[in-house]
């Protein structure tokens, strides 16, 4: 994914900065921030029945409170309620609202396909379940809506943020039932259906964490949008790891992680961050004060809230989802609840130009992540990755500062010295990247090691070679002046026979879990057991799991 070049003036429109970590409005930089909305009086049912007073005065308040962007969502069946028949009160609907936006100076982020929203699916009656995503009559109708709909925005182009193809649509079990490349070739046909409605307005595709733990929309497959998103909560069932509240250090470092993971392809949005539960003040502060900043330094070029008000409409879906009701950032007077005034305080702050120091630390992205219609994938599953990135993230965070994740196809960048590999799979190219880097003076930190990819780059990093494979089963190992117990691993274990690695410790049956070898210039430690698999058994116990940041510390030391 990479920046388009488009000829503007200044003031015409919106645009990314060539960072990627700002915007520009003309040659103005700024960090959108603001919120998602919905009306508090009718949630979903905005298009339907039209509080034009309640919008406008929401609309102000978010100008009051120093927020400048605000994103807002088209349900598809208000504005095309029969196939190819489309509302035109609803797109003047639209068009004020917009018209809004720009007179009380706020930029408009419209968010064009509802379908998941506040857990429940919209979708015009005329869908008639066919999938959105391979069926190509939904496509071509996917298509002309988004048309349709960016001839009305484009109208407003000079504060439009940018067009938003849809919400979490990666969750649908449409985006799951389709393949990986129905879904990129359903990217492809909507942008272009919007470039060809408006060449210059910017796209992205609103969707969550499950970019990372499933097989949908892939970063990388996002056609033709020109910078992703990310969306999350502190909600231990919604990610790959659990975790005990917004309490647990671990809670405030996943969308840090996320972002930091999408930073590695393209520019990214945290489009859509709450708390979720806004009854605890000093939690919410707590949690925000540890996220937010470190959501900046992982690459987060916007901050967008979820949402302005609670919603008490005793409407679908939030007669289903009580929880949805009550996430405003503000309370029913419009004063900004407490604790979240952490955010109003962080936005305010922001430079838009200020860039932190290269991470000298980072953690390895495998060439193959995703495992659908992959031949080549190793053995590697998008949410095992993802749980494994997380812990590696949370620790090296903890003890040697935060780090930045690195795609292995890409190569390493010169600034970073260390990197770690938390468990995942790797190729045959992925390890002739790793052995060049490590020949040149780079550090390694490779945490479980895959004995069927055990290849010669392999054989050359470690300083051994499998002799035998033993049956799977929990060990125990002493090191760092610990005891330290692994789960049985998901593979079988290798026995290994050591070439020039020195061996560090041993497992409680005498073969070498933990070692360290120089290649070339470079170094690299290891650990046979599954480390963050140890890691995630522990589950929502905090204080455990920090016990192993005694491990990482002495991980790295082997490092030198």
């Known amino acids: ?14 645009t990314l900065h060539p960072s990627g970590r700002c915007f520009l409005d003309g040659d103005r930089p700024f960090v959108p921030s603001g ?23 929401d609309l102000a308040l978010v100008r009051d409170l120093g927020l400048d962007s605000v994103r807002f969502f088209l349900r598809w069946q208000d504005f095309e309620p029969e196939e190819g028949r489309c509302d035109a009160a609803m797109f003047a609907r639209l068009d004020r609202m917009l018209g809004w936006c720009g007179e009380l100076g706020l930029k408009a982020h419209p968010s064009l396909f509802v379908g998941f929203m506040s857990g429940g699916v919209f979708w015009p009656a005329w869908k008639r379940g066919r999938n959105l995503f391979s069926d190509p009559v939904m496509v071509a109708r996917s298509a002309a809506f988004a048309a349709a709909a960016t001839r009305v925005i484009s109208r407003h182009r000079e504060h439009v943020l940018a ?6 649509m990666n969750c649908l079990a449409d985006a799951q039932a389709a393949s990986p490349a129905e879904n990129a070739e359903w990217f492809r046909q909507v942008t272009a259906a919007v470039r060809g409605a408006d060449p210059g307005l910017l796209i992205v595709s609103g969707n969550d964490q499950n970019q990372l733990c499933n097989d949908a929309h892939r970063f990388d497959r996002q056609t033709g949008t020109d910078f992703l998103s990310m969306h999350g909560y502190p909600v231990p069932d919604w990610h790959a790891v659990q975790f005990d509240g917004m309490g647990d250090p671990l809670a405030a470092d996943l969308l840090p992680c996320y972002c930091a993971a999408a930073r590695s392809f393209a520019p990214v949005m945290l489009q859509e961050f709450g708390t979720i539960l806004t009854t605890d003040g000093p939690r919410q502060e707590s949690y925000l004060a540890a996220m ?19 919603i008490p409409a005793l409407i679908h879906p939030y007669t289903k989802v009580g929880m949805e009701s009550q996430l405003g950032l503000v309370d029913a007077q419009g004063r900004v609840k ?34 659908r219609d992959e031949p080549a994938n190793p053995g590697n599953h998008p949410g095992a990755c993802a749980r494994r990135l997380s812990l590696a993230f949370h620790h090296i ?12 196809e890409h190569g390493i960048p010169d600034h970073v010295r260390i990197l770690t590999v938390a468990g995942m799979a790797l190729d045959h190219a992925d390890q002739r990247v790793l052995l060049e880097w490590v020949r040149g003076g780079g550090r390694l930190l490779w945490h479980s090691p895959t004995p069927m990819q055990w290849g010669a780059p392999q054989a ?32 079988q274990r290798p ?5 020039s690695a020195q061996v560090v410790a041993r497992d409680e049956d005498g073969l070498p879990a933990i070692g360290v070898n120089r290649v070339g210039a470079g170094r690299v430690a290891w650990c046979l057991p599954p480390v963050e698999e140890a890691v995630a058994a522990i589950g929502p116990r905090p204080q455990q799991r920090a016990r192993w940041q005694a491990w990482y510390r002495g991980m790295l030391a082997l490092l030198g």
């Open 163 to 168: 067009i938003d193809l849809g919400n979490e």
């Open 338 to 371: 407490p604790g979240l005034q952490r955010f109003i305080g962080f936005a305010r702050d922001l430079d838009p130009l200020a860039e932190p120091p290269p991470a000298a630390h980072a953690i390895a992205w495998p060439r193959h992540w995703w495992h």
């Open 1 to 14: 994914m990479a920046h388009r070049t488009v000829e503007v003036h200044a003031g015409v429109m919106i």
């Open 495 to 499: 026995e290994v026979r050591i070439d």
């Open 35 to 57: 919120v998602n909305y919905w009306p508090g009086s009718c949630g979903v049912e905005l298009w339907a029945r039209w509080p034009e007073a309640e919008i406008k005065a």
């Open 397 to 408: 965070k903890a003890v040697a500062g935060q780090p930045e994740v690195v795609r292995l």
């Open 292 to 310: 937010l900043p470190a959501a900046r330094r992982a690459g987060a070029n916007g901050f967008l809230w979820w949402c302005l008000r609670d």
């Open 460 to 491: 050359e990093l470690i300083g051994a070679r499998p002799m035998d494979y033993r049956a799977r089963k929990p060990v125990a190992v002493e090191a760092f002046g610990a005891t330290w117990n692994f789960p049985e691993p998901a593979v």
